[in-house]
C-alpha cells in the first residue's frame, strides 16, 4: 500500500484450542492473539510441541478430529472463520489460505500424476477447462522452478526437492492470499533447503501473499520475517518487529532461544534452556516457562501474566513476563550456561 496505513489480512483472537487424549483435554494453545497485514511475513518459533502446527492448521481448518478450538476468533478480514459454515470453508481453503508441510509426500497422492493433482486442485475451486488449468499448473512448475514436462510423472519419480516445489506450486495454484509454511523445507539437506527457500522468498515477494513461517531456524525468521511471534507451551510469550526481539528480547525464553543460536561474532558459547516444556494435560495456574527461568518468583508460579507491551514506545512489542521490565538490566546474564542452572528445575 502506497501510505502507511497497513489492511490487516487475517486476525486471531484469544484462541483456545485443545486435544482430546484419552478422555483428558490436553492444551494446544491458549490465549492466542495476533494480526497478519497484507503482503506481510511473520516468523513463528518455538520449541517442538509448543502449538505452531496445531495453530496453523486451526487457520487453515484441518485439525485432527480429536481436537476442539474452544474459545477465539479466526477472522480472515471481517469473516469469522469459526462460524464460516463447512462449505464456506472449504470455498476459503486453498483458494484464500493455502499451506505448505514439511512432509511433501503427505501432500501428495502417490498413485496420481502430480500434474493431475494440481489441476484436480485448479478445477475444484475455479470454474476452468482442463486444458486452461494445465495451462495454469505448466505456468506453477515454471514459478517453482521444475520443467512443466515433468507434469506427467509421480510423486516417486521426484526428488525431495522437486516434490516439495510441486506442493508450493500447488499451493500456489489459486492465488491464495495467505501461505502457511509449516517447516516448508526442514526434511531437505541443507544446499536444496536453500534452494528452495530461496524461491519461496522470491514467489512471496513477487506474489506478495502473506506468509506466516513456522521453523525452528530462528536465524532464517531474522533474515527473512519482518516480524516474529514466540510460543511456548500454547501460548504467545512475546512477538513484534524481528530484529528489536532479537536484539532486545523482554522475555527470558526469547532469550534462551536468542543466545542458543551459535553466533561467530559474539563471545559467549551458545547456551541449552535446561528442563523441558510443561505437562499439557496438567492445569498450569501460573506462567507455564516458570520452572524453567532464572528470573521466576512465586508469582510467576501462581499467576499467569498477561501478554502486554514490553516498551511504552512500542504497542507492537509484546511480551507474557512478570518481569520483562528487568530484562535491560539482566539480558546479558541471559548467555551465561551457569545463570539458567539456578533456574528452580534445574537446582
Ligand atoms: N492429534 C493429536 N492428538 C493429541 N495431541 C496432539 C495431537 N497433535 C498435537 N498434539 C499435542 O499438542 C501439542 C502441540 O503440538 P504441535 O504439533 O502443534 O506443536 P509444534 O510446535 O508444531 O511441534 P513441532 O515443532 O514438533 O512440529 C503437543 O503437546 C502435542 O503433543
Known amino acids: 500500500m502506497a501510505n502507511n496505513q497497513k489492511e490487516v489480512l487475517l486476525e486471531i483472537k484469544n484462541l483456545d484450542a485443545h486435544y482430546n487424549v484419552d478422555g483428558q483435554p490436553v492444551s494446544a494453545l491458549q490465549d492466542v492473539n495476533f494480526a497478519i497485514q497484507k ?3 511473520v516468523g513463528l518459533v518455538g520449541e517442538s510441541g509448543c502449538g505452531k502446527s496445531t495453530l496453523l492448521k486451526a487457520i487453515m481448518g484441518v485439525l485432527a478430529p480429536n481436537a476442539q478450538i474452544t474459545r ?10 469459526l462460524q464460516a459454515s463447512q462449505e464456506q470453508r472449504r470455498q476459503s481453503r486453498w483458494n484464500d489460505i493455502a499451506m505448505i508441510t514439511q512432509s511433501a509426500l503427505n501432500a501428495l497422492n502417490p498413485v496420481h500424476k502430480i500434474g493431475d493433482q494440481i489441476i ?7 470454474d476452468v477447462d482442463k486444458q486452461q488449468a494445465r495451462a495454469r499448473a505448466t505456468e506453477l512448475f515454471e514459478l517453482v522452478g521444475v520443467p512443466p514436462q515433468r507434469l506427467d510423472d ?8 522437486m516434490r516439495q516445489r510441486a506442493v508450493i506450486a500447488m499451493a500456489l495454484a489459486l492465488s491464495p492470499e495467505i501461505v502457511l509454511a509449516d517447516e516448508p523445507t526442514t526434511a531437505l539437506d541443507v544446499i536444496v533447503q536453500d ?9 512471496q515477494k513477487e506474489q506478495a501473499f502473506s506468509m506466516i513461517l513456522v521453523t525452528h531456524d530462528l536465524a532464517l525468521v531474522v533474515e527473512s520475517c519482518s516480524r516474529i511471534i514466540v510460543m511456548y507451551a500454547g501460548m504467545i510469550v512475546e512477538k513484534g518487529p524481528t530484529h528489536e526481539v532479537v536484539r532486545r528480547p523482554f522475555h527470558p525464553y526469547t532469550a534462551g532461544l536468542r543466545y542458543a543460536i551459535p553466533d561467530p561474532s559474539a563471545e559467549y558459547e551458545p547456551i541449552s534452556i535446561p528442563g523441558a516444556p510443561p505437562d499439557l494435560s496438567q492445569q498450569i495456574k501460573g506462567c507455564r516457562f516458570a520452572p524453567r527461568c532464572p528470573l521466576a518468583t512465586s508469582k510467576c508460579e501462581l499467576e499467569m501474566p498477561p501478554l502486554v507491551s514490553s516498551l511504552a514506545s512500542d504497542a507492537a512489542r509484546q511480551t507474557r513476563c512478570h518481569h520483562a521490565d528487568q530484562m535491560d538490566q539482566l539480558r546479558d546474564r541471559f548467555h551465561d550456561q551457569s545463570f539458567w542452572q539456578t533456574a528452580k528445575t534445574t537446582s
Not at 484436480?120 to 475455479?126: G, L, N, P, T
Request: charged share 30%; proline share 3%.
Open 72 to 81: 477465539g476468533a479466526i477472522k480472515l478480514r471481517e469473516v469469522d472463520l
Open 39 to 41: 503482503g506481510e511475513r
Open 154 to 161: 509421480f510423486p516417486h519419480q521426484f526428488s525431495g526437492g
Open 195 to 203: 534452494q528452495i527457500f530461496e524461491r519461496l522468498d522470491l514467489l
Open 120 to 126: 484436480e486442485a485448479i478445477q475444484s475451486h475455479r
